[in-house]
């Protein structure tokens, strides 16, 4: 949520800041703003709005600007005061001479702005982050020195923060520090980076360092050096960024959207590549490391995570404990964390995370850990601070993924609980070995399948363009699909704005039936296999009730001709693997009537890609 840049070097600081926050679009967009230090003053430039805002306003002033070689930027995702110019980032004191970019939350912010305004301090935004540019500035007054300054503020400010800050009486340099907030150094010649996530910086370096928690870096164009709260300097560990800078193209791709979704069919051969080589070997799992015996022992497993990637967790639960016969409860996150409970050393408890920065799942997974269970984290960001947590951990390899919405990552989580439900069955010797092995060749053949879809889109277009109008949706399903429908109803609801909401196709009857007429389309997702006839009779009841009846099937059976007046037709696959495919369509049919609604495809309103307040 919110993402932060700064540069310090020989080019054109405002556009190296535009440029990184052009890819942290994607973390908030309500506001942004940049600080640059022109002729030896700090000046500030903030938009409302789009990042397309604050680019005008630079255009405009660009002559002036473009002196500028240092300096830091933000996009906002608001969670203290609304969106506006005041409460954009960067933030200032009294004297205007420093400026502050900050993610996360400041929790004890209300005590500190007392404080601060009692020393003379005068507020002009509604933000917690405020107090921070006030703190800095008056410890800076009594030290003169700009990273002790920022030390000295950290050790009275409580809760989340990556933050960065410049000011014009030390010239040519940044400071920057985290807690419990992501931040990483990018290195050049002669010139360096700071941002809150890598595609900030992929641009233009792949030679990277984490910071850690309160770790304090003091950057100038040739110098980096990091110290730790007490002072200490610690030791630069610089590494190289596996990230390619294509990844931020939309490579002709009207939405990252629809490229990401474009990309699963090797998105799935990425997750099964070096585990999963051909259908007779075991699946090798290198960064599990929970014991073999343990693993055999178990008794009960939690799953927690938030979204989308709850609805990998519910396929996850369903596989485990169909291959392992081991319990498994799936949990939102931000429900797991309070209450009292059931969690001990004989839990392994999984958090699903694509960002790794969720900040109640990141609690969640804490929790569990002080009650010694063992910690196995599903990320697509193994450098993330969720997988710092883990004992265990399964890479998704799915890439950046730019658009809000989640799609490939999706895919790569649900890739990996097969895989992780295989590797447990496999130690447990709890399933019969040819089911293993026919499952394993399903998996190594299912990008194929994904293409099919990919390339017969019409069926997908012609009925988003039907029932683009509609005002309402439901997708209904049932066993292992059940995730299936609440996935393609989120997916709707967050692009599109319409209210889509996914149930169990059993339940219908019990209550949501009532809203039943012809203004409500339902979708079900009609797989083959042991609830395929149950589905049936459940769309059955919901036709007799005028719904607007679509169907995605498997089946070429021909009765469902009558009863559905769309019918989305996908390759055969067997039932356990089916919500891997099944996925597919209903991401592009959320996708398509979005963009033939006009809707901001990547960047829904109010929404971030990664939430990390809870
Ligand atoms: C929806 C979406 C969100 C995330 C959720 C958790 O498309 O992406 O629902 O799944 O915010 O995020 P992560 O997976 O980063 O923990």
Same mark, same amino acid.
């Given at each position: 949520? +919110?993402?932060?840049? *700064?540069?310090?070097?020989?080019? /054109?600081?405002?556009?190296?800041?535009?440029? *990184?926050?052009?890819?942290?679009?994607?973390?908030?967009?309500?506001?942004?703003?940049?600080?640059?230090?022109?002729?030896?003053?700090?000046?500030?430039?903030?938009?409302?709005?789009?990042?397309?805002?604050?680019?005008?306003?630079?255009?405009?002033?660009?002559?002036?600007?473009?002196?500028?070689?240092?300096?830091?930027?933000?996009?906002?995702?608001?969670?203290?005061?609304?969106?506006?110019?005041?409460?954009?980032?960067?933030?200032?004191?009294?004297? *205007?001479?420093?400026?502050?970019?900050?993610?996360?939350?400041?929790?004890?912010?209300?005590?500190?702005?007392?404080?601060?305004?009692?020393?003379?301090? %005068?507020?002009?935004?509604?933000?917690?982050?405020?107090?921070?540019?006030?703190?800095?500035?008056?410890?800076?007054?009594?030290?003169?020195?700009?990273?002790?300054?920022?030390?000295?503020?950290?050790?009275?400010?409580?809760?989340?923060?990556?933050?960065?800050?410049?000011?014009?009486?030390?010239?040519?340099?940044?400071?920057? %520090?985290?807690?419990?907030?992501?931040?990483?150094?990018?290195?050049?010649?002669?010139?360096?980076?700071?941002?809150?996530?890598?595609?900030?910086?992929?641009?233009?370096?792949?030679?990277?360092?984490?910071?850690?928690?309160?770790?304090?870096?003091?950057?100038?164009?040739?110098?980096?050096?990091?110290?730790?709260?007490?002072?200490?300097?610690?030791?630069?560990?610089?590494?190289?960024?596996?990230?390619?800078?294509?990844?931020?193209?939309?490579?002709?791709?009207?939405?990252?959207?629809?490229?990401?979704?474009?990309?699963?069919?090797?998105?799935?051969?990425?997750?099964?590549?070096?585990?999963?080589? %051909?259908?007779?070997?075991?699946?090798?799992?290198?960064?599990?490391?929970?014991?073999?015996?343990?693993?055999?022992?178990?008794?009960?497993?939690?799953?927690?995570?938030?979204?989308?990637?709850?609805?990998?967790?519910?396929? *996850?639960?369903?596989?485990?404990?169909?291959? +392992?016969?081991?319990?498994?409860?799936?949990?939102?996150?931000?429900?797991?964390?309070?209450?009292?409970?059931?969690?001990?050393?004989? /839990?392994?408890?999984?958090?699903?995370?694509?960002?790794?920065?969720?900040?109640?799942?990141?609690?969640?997974?804490?929790?569990?850990?002080?009650?010694?269970?063992?910690?196995?984290?599903?990320?697509?960001?193994?450098?993330?601070?969720?997988?710092?947590?883990?004992?265990?951990?399964?890479?998704?390899?799915?890439?950046?993924?730019? &658009?809000?919405?989640? /799609?490939?990552?999706?895919?790569?989580?649900?890739?990996?609980?097969?895989?992780?439900?295989?590797?447990?069955?496999?130690?447990?010797?709890?399933?019969?070995?040819?089911?293993? /092995?026919?499952?394993?060749?399903?998996?190594?053949?299912?990008?194929?399948?994904?293409?099919?879809?990919?390339?017969?889109?019409?069926?997908?277009?012609?009925?988003?363009?039907?029932?683009?109008?509609? @005002?309402?949706?439901?997708?209904?399903?049932?066993?292992?699909?059940?995730?299936?429908?609440?996935?393609?109803?989120?997916?709707?609801?967050?692009?599109?704005?319409?209210?889509?909401?996914?149930?169990?196709?059993?339940?219908?009857?019990?209550?949501?039936?009532?809203?039943?007429?012809? &203004?409500?389309?339902?979708?079900?997702?009609?797989?083959?296999? @042991?609830?395929?006839?149950?589905?049936?009779?459940?769309?059955?009841?919901?036709?007799?009730?005028?719904?607007?009846?679509?169907?995605?099937?498997?089946?070429?059976?021909?009765?469902?001709?009558?009863?559905?007046?769309?019918?989305?037709?996908?390759?055969?696959?067997?039932?356990?693997?089916?919500?891997?495919?099944?996925?597919?369509?209903?991401?592009?049919?959320?996708?398509?009537?979005?963009?033939?609604?006009?809707?901001?495809?990547?960047?829904?309103?109010?929404?971030?890609?990664?939430?990390?307040?809870?």
């Amino acid at each position: 949520m +919110c993402g932060i840049v *700064g540069y310090i070097g020989s080019n /054109t600081a405002a556009d190296i800041l535009l440029e *990184g926050l052009t890819n942290l679009e994607y973390r908030g967009y309500d506001s942004s703003g940049i600080a640059l230090n022109i002729d030896g003053k700090v000046q500030l430039f903030k938009a409302q709005g789009k990042l397309q805002n604050l680019k005008n306003i630079v255009q405009n002033n660009y002559a002036e600007i473009s002196k500028s070689k240092i300096g830091i930027g933000h996009i906002r995702w608001a969670t203290h005061g609304v969106p506006s110019i005041e409460n954009a980032h960067p933030h200032t004191c009294n004297c *205007g001479r420093l400026a502050v970019v900050h993610n996360g939350i400041i929790e004890n912010f209300k005590e500190l702005k007392v404080k601060l305004e009692a020393q003379g301090c %005068t507020f002009r935004s509604q933000t917690d982050t405020e107090t921070i540019a006030h703190l800095v500035a008056s410890k800076f007054a009594q030290t003169k020195d700009l990273t002790e300054a920022v030390r000295l503020a950290t050790k009275e400010i409580e809760g989340a923060y990556a933050i960065a800050v410049i000011h014009q009486d030390v010239e040519g340099t940044i400071v920057a %520090t985290r807690r419990n907030a992501p931040l990483v150094i990018g290195f050049g010649e002669g010139e360096n980076f700071v941002g809150s996530d890598i595609p900030a910086l992929i641009q233009y370096t792949k030679k990277a360092m984490y910071l850690d928690d309160n770790q304090i870096v003091t950057m100038t164009a040739d110098s980096v050096k990091v110290i730790d709260s007490d002072n200490n300097p610690v030791a630069l560990k610089i590494e190289n960024l596996p990230w390619e800078p294509v990844a931020l193209s939309k490579m002709g791709y009207k939405h990252f959207m629809l490229k990401e979704i474009h990309e699963q069919p090797d998105i799935v051969r990425n997750v099964l590549t070096g585990k999963l080589s %051909t259908s007779d070997e075991p699946v090798i799992l290198k960064e599990v490391t929970l014991d073999r015996e343990k693993l055999k022992d178990l008794s009960r497993i939690q799953i927690v995570a938030c979204g989308t990637s709850l609805h990998a967790a519910m396929i *996850g639960k369903y596989i485990i404990e169909d291959f +392992c016969g081991v319990p498994v409860d799936v949990e939102p996150s931000s429900e797991y964390i309070y209450r009292k409970t059931i969690t001990d050393e004989n /839990t392994l408890v999984i958090g699903v995370s694509q960002s790794g920065e969720t900040a109640d799942t990141i609690t969640a997974v804490r929790q569990a850990k002080k009650k010694g269970s063992h910690i196995l984290i599903v990320t697509n960001r193994p450098d993330s601070t969720m997988a710092r947590e883990a004992d265990s951990l399964v890479p998704v390899n799915a890439g950046i993924e730019v &658009s809000v919405a989640a /799609t490939k990552s999706y895919m790569a989580q649900v890739i990996s609980f097969y895989l992780l439900a295989i590797y447990m069955a496999e130690v447990k010797n709890s399933m019969p070995k040819e089911e293993l /092995t026919d499952l394993k060749h399903e998996l190594v053949i299912l990008p194929q399948k994904i293409e099919k879809i990919l390339t017969n889109k019409d069926e997908i277009q012609k009925c988003a363009r039907k029932f683009s109008s509609f @005002k309402d949706f439901i997708f209904v399903a049932r066993g292992i699909n059940f995730p299936t429908a609440l996935e393609g109803a989120l997916k709707l609801k967050e692009i599109s704005y319409i209210n889509a909401t996914g149930y169990s196709a059993g339940e219908l009857k019990h209550g949501p039936i009532a809203m039943l007429d012809d &203004s409500m389309p339902v979708l079900a997702v009609l797989m083959k296999g @042991k609830v395929y006839d149950k589905i049936l009779s459940n769309a059955e009841e919901a036709k007799a009730r005028n719904a607007r009846m679509i169907a995605l099937t498997d089946s070429e059976d021909e009765k469902l001709e009558e009863l559905f007046e769309n019918i989305i037709r996908i390759p055969e696959i067997s039932e356990i693997l089916s919500p891997a495919l099944a996925i597919v369509p209903l991401q592009l049919l959320a996708y398509y009537i979005a963009e033939f609604l006009g809707k901001d495809v990547d960047q829904p309103r109010n929404l971030a890609k990664s939430v990390t307040v809870e």
